[in-house]
């Protein structure tokens, strides 16, 4: 896989700000992405240092609209670490 393939797009939610400051960023990413691969394309694509990943299955929710049901669509989470003497990302830097 491509690395603009694994990463798919980055999350901006309060919690997920809250992380920048410790050099902790959350992407959403390709579900059959391995640690190893989101390491290497995170590396890739920002030119930093990762030091670890974390990973999150997350399953889709039951939604009702009237009396049809469904599920939303499932994801996977990733937590990335940064190492101490990277240098951040800039794309989150803007946001704050």
């Known amino acids: 896989m491509v690395a603009a393939d694994i990463i ?5 939610s309060e919690k997920a700000n809250e992380k920048i400051e ?3 960023y959350v992407f959403i990413v390709a579900k059959t992405a391995n640690k190893i691969e989101i390491k290497q394309a995170i590396e890739e694509l920002f030119n930093v240092k990762v030091a670890k990943v974390n990973t999150v299955n997350c399953h889709g929710k039951l939604k009702r609209m009237g009396r049809n049901e ?3 669509p499932a994801y996977k989470k990733a937590y990335v670490q940064l190492a101490a003497d990277s240098k951040g990302i ?3 830097e803007s946001l704050n």
């Open 70 to 72: 469904g599920y939303t």
């Open 22 to 24: 410790n050099k902790k």
């Open 8 to 12: 798919i797009r980055p999350v901006s």
């Open 90 to 92: 800039e794309f989150f």
